[in-house]
C-alpha cells in the first residue's frame, strides 16, 4: 500500500504548475489559471507554454522542466495523446504530483484504456501521486488551492470527494452558498493512480475534515477500501450509484470499475457504520449535520416553532424515525407560561406564533428553560425572525430549521452557518439528518405496537355467537366458536364439533389471545380439551389480572395449506370505513404488510390491494406453489362491505386470519366493534 504522506503534494501543495495554461477565457487552461490566482495560492505558480511569455500576469515557462525549482504539483490541461509524455516530463524534473484533467482515456474505449495504462506506469515509475485523468481537479480551501473550477474559497469541514465532477461541484457550490464552506473537494476522475480509499485515509488524518462525504459508483480496491473503512475514525457518508441493473451497467461504463451489488454494498456499510444517503440531498444534509452539529445524549425531543404547520410536519418525521415527543412537565409548563402569551402552546409543540416575531427572544428562554428535560431542540424559525441567529448556541444539541422566512431567512441562516450552526430548509430534511446520530443505536428490544381502537376508546365487543351469526348471514364462512364456560362444557362442544379443536380465551379485556397464551391449537382427546381449557385460564389470570373471563371458545381446526391473510375495517369519522388488507397471522403489527381501500369499492381497487402488498407472491403463487383463490377472496370483501354498508353501528371488523386455499377461504378467528 502506498504511503500517504505523499498525497500532501496534492492537497497542500508549495508550489504548482499548470501544462497547457492559456490566455484564452473561456478554455479550461484559462479559468484553472484564474482560479489558482484568485484563491489565493501562496507558492509560485508555473503556467506552462511554449507558445507564450506571459499569461494573467505571470511569466510563462516553455516546459516542466525549465521551471526555476521542480513543482510539487502539475496540473495537466493538453490533449490525451500528450499526457504521458508530460508525465514523463514531471518525473524527470522532479515533481511528485499529477492532476489530470483532460478527458480521452479508459473511458473513451480501447485506445484510451492503454493510454491511461501508459500514463499510470509512467507516474508509478517516477513515484508521480496523480488525481485522475478525465476528472475536474481539486479544490482545497484551506490551503489557498483550487486546481479546479468553480473557484470557492470558503472553508469548512466537509470533505468532498467523488467519482462525478459534476456531482461534487454541486455538493461544494452548496456548502459555498451555505457560507459552510468544504476542507476539500477532490474530483476522482478514472482513479489511475489516486482512489477512494486514498482519499478516505487521507482526510481521516487531516485537522481541517470533520466528515468524509463520498460520492462513487464503482470502488477500485476492494480490500483496501474495507481496510479504510474500517480504521476510520471520523464519519464517513456515502452516497453509492448504480443500484439497479441498469443503473450499475451505466456506472461501469463510467468508472470502468465494477459497480458491485447494491446488496453486498448496504451490508458493507452497516458492518462499518457507514452513513448512508440515497440522493444528493441526503449526502449533503448528513455530512452538515454530523461536521456541524453536537451528538444529542438522547431522543427526548421539543420542537419550538412559530408555525403550528411546520411543526406537525417535523414531528410526523421525527415520531416516523423512533425520536420520543413527550409532554412537558407540568412545572415546566408553568415556568413557559409565566413569559408566554395564553394563545402560545406549551406542549409538544411549544407553539410561540406571531409573538415570535416581534420578540425572537423568546426561543431562547424556551431553549433554556426545557434544557433539563429534553435532549434535543428543534427550533423552527416559520416566519422572518430578525435576529434568529442570535437564538441559537453553537456546539448544542439544537436541530434548526428555517422555512418561510423569504430574505430575512437567507440573512440569518448564512449568519447561523458563519457561526458553524447548521441550518435546514425543509423539516424533512432536518430531522432525517438528525436521525443519523442514532442510526446504529441498537434498536429497542420491545416492538412498539398500534394501540387497537377497542383499547383506547368506549366501543363494544361483539360475543363470538353473535359475530359468527352476523358474518354468516353474509355468506362470510367463519368458524362456529360456542362459548364454554367449564372446562367439561368445552368437552362436550368439542366432541359435538369434531375433533382437533381449537380453545380461544373468552374476554371482551384480551383483544390480543395469542400474546397471553389465551390459545391453544390442535387439541385431539377429551384430555387435551380439558388440560387445555385449565392452561388457558391459569396463563391469562396472570397476564391479565382482573380480565373479564367469559370462558373460552371451541372451534374446529382449520385445515392445512392456507395463507394466513387479515381482512379488516376501520371507520374514520370524516370518511367512514375502509377496508385493510394484508398479511396475517400473530406477525400482522409486526410486519404491517398491509394496504387499505375507502369503502365501497369495485373489484378492481380490492385486486389492486392485493398486488400492492409486499407479500403478493404468496397469493399469486411462487416457488413451485399453486395460487391461491384470489376471486373467492374478493368475494368476502365484497361481503364485508356490505355487511358494514348495512350495519353503520358498527366502528371496526378485525377478521384475522383469514386463511386463502388454492379454493376458497375460511375466517378462522374475528372480532366486531360497535359503537
Same mark, same amino acid.
Given at each position: ?306 408555525? #403550528? ?35 402560545? #402552546? +406549551? ?15 423568546? /426561543? ?210 370524516? /370518511? ?29 381497487? /380490492? ?8 407479500? /403478493?407472491?404468496?397469493?399469486?403463487? +411462487? ?53
Amino acid at each position: 500500500m502506498k504511503s500517504l504522506s505523499n498525497l500532501d503534494a496534492i492537497f497542500s501543495p508549495r508550489s504548482v504548475a499548470l501544462i497547457g495554461a492559456s490566455g484564452t477565457p473561456g478554455k479550461l487552461g484559462y479559468d484553472v489559471l484564474y482560479n489558482l490566482i484568485h484563491a489565493g495560492f501562496e507558492g509560485p505558480i508555473y503556467p506552462i507554454n511554449p507558445k507564450a511569455d506571459e499569461l494573467l500576469g505571470l511569466k510563462v515557462y516553455k516546459d516542466i522542466g525549465s521551471t526555476p525549482t521542480p513543482a510539487d504539483l502539475a496540473v495537466v490541461l493538453i490533449p490525451a495523446r500528450m499526457v504521458p509524455g508530460a508525465i514523463q516530463q514531471c518525473g524527470e524534473a522532479g515533481v511528485k504530483a499529477a492532476i489530470v484533467v483532460t478527458g480521452g482515456f479508459a473511458e473513451a474505449g480501447e485506445d484510451g484504456e492503454k493510454l491511461q495504462e501508459e500514463l499510470a506506469r509512467i507516474a508509478e515509475h517516477y513515484g508521480i501521486r496523480v488525481i485522475g485523468p478525465n476528472c475536474q481537479g481539486v479544490n482545497s480551501p484551506h490551503h489557498n488551492l483550487c486546481a479546479s473550477w468553480p473557484l470557492l474559497t470558503t472553508e469548512g469541514g466537509m470533505a468532498f470527494i467523488a467519482q462525478s465532477g459534476t456531482v461534487g461541484a454541486a455538493l461544494m457550490d452548496w456548502a459555498s452558498e451555505d457560507q459552510l464552506g468544504v476542507s476539500v473537494f477532490v474530483s476522482l476522475g478514472n482513479r489511475a493512480d489516486v482512489d477512494e480509499s486514498d482519499c478516505i485515509r487521507y482526510f481521516n488524518d487531516d485537522p481541517n475534515t470533520k466528515v468524509i462525504a463520498l460520492y462513487m459508483e464503482g470502488v477500485k480496491r476492494p480490500a483496501v477500501f474495507l481496510e479504510s473503512l474500517s480504521k476510520a475514525t471520523k464519519p464517513v457518508v456515502i452516497l453509492k450509484a448504480g443500484r439497479t441493473a441498469w443503473g450499475r451497467k451505466a456506472a461501469e461504463s463510467h468508472t470502468k470499475s465494477m459497480a458491485g451489488s447494491d446488496a453486498i454494498y448496504e451490508a458493507i456499510f452497516k458492518r462499518y457504520k457507514v452513513y448512508r444517503a440515497e440522493n444528493l440531498e441526503e449526502l449533503y444534509d448528513f455530512a452538515k449535520v454530523l461536521a456541524y452539529m453536537k451528538k444529542p445524549s438522547g431522543k427526548r425531543l421539543l420542537t419550538i416553532s412559530s408555525s #403550528g404547520g411546520i411543526a406537525i410536519l417535523s414531528i410526523d418525521v421525527a415520531e416516523e424515525l423512533g425520536f420520543e415527543v413527550p409532554v412537558p412537565s407540568e412545572l415546566l409548563q408553568g415556568r413557559l407560561r409565566a413569559f408566554l402569551s395564553d394563545h402560545c #402552546g +406549551v406542549s409538544n409543540p411549544v407553539d410561540l406564533t406571531g409573538d415570535a416575531i416581534t420578540d425572537p427572544t423568546l /426561543y431562547a428562554r424556551v431553549i433554556q428553560e426545557a434544557r433539563s428535560e429534553f435532549d434535543i431542540m428543534v427550533v423552527l424559525f416559520g416566519d422572518p425572525i430578525h435576529g434568529a441567529s442570535d437564538m441559537v448556541t453553537p456546539g448544542e444539541s439544537e436541530l434548526v430549521i428555517f422555512c418561510g422566512g423569504a430574505d430575512v431567512e437567507r440573512e440569518e441562516t448564512a449568519l447561523m452557518h458563519k457561526k458553524g450552526i447548521p441550518a435546514f430548509p425543509t423539516p424533512e430534511r432536518g430531522i432525517r439528518a438528525l436521525y443519523q446520530f442514532f442510526r446504529f443505536d441498537e434498536p429497542d428490544a420491545h416492538v412498539k405496537e398500534e394501540p387497537h381502537a377497542a383499547e383506547v376508546t368506549a366501543l363494544q365487543l361483539m360475543p363470538a355467537s353473535e359475530s359468527v351469526a352476523m358474518l354468516k348471514d353474509y355468506d362470510i364462512p367463519a368458524f362456529d366458536a360456542p362459548l364454554a364456560a367449564s372446562s367439561d362444557e368445552a368437552v362436550v362442544l368439542a366432541n359435538d364439533l369434531g375433533m382437533p379443536v381449537v380453545l380461544k380465551i373468552a374476554s371482551a379485556d384480551v383483544p390480543h389471545k395469542t400474546d397471553v397464551g389465551g390459545v391453544q391449537l390442535n387439541l385431539t382427546t377429551d384430555d387435551d380439551v380439558r388440560s387445555a381449557y385449565e392452561e388457558i385460564m391459569s396463563a391469562v389470570k396472570a397476564q391479565v389480572p382482573g380480565a373479564a373471563i367469559d370462558g373460552v371458545t371451541v372451534s374446529p381446526m382449520a385445515g392445512p395449506g392456507g395463507l394466513e391473510v387479515i381482512l379488516g375495517v376501520t371507520t374514520d369519522p370524516q /370518511y367512514g370505513p375502509s377496508l385493510m388488507f394484508g398479511l396475517g397471522g400473530i406477525f400482522t403489527e409486526i410486519y404491517k404488510d398491509v394496504q387499505f381501500c375507502l369503502l365501497p369499492a369495485e373489484e378492481k381497487e /380490492y385486486l389492486q390491494m392485493m398486488r400492492d402488498i409486499t407479500g /403478493y407472491p404468496l397469493l399469486a403463487g +411462487v416457488r413451485g406453489q399453486s395460487p391461491k383463490d384470489k376471486k373467492t377472496l374478493v368475494a368476502l370483501m365484497t361481503a364485508v362491505s356490505r355487511l358494514v354498508t348495512d350495519h353503520p353501528e358498527i366502528d371496526q371488523i378485525d377478521l384475522n386470519p383469514v386463511l386463502v386455499y388454492e379454493q376458497g377461504v375460511a375466517v378462522v378467528d374475528y372480532r366486531i366493534y360497535t359503537r
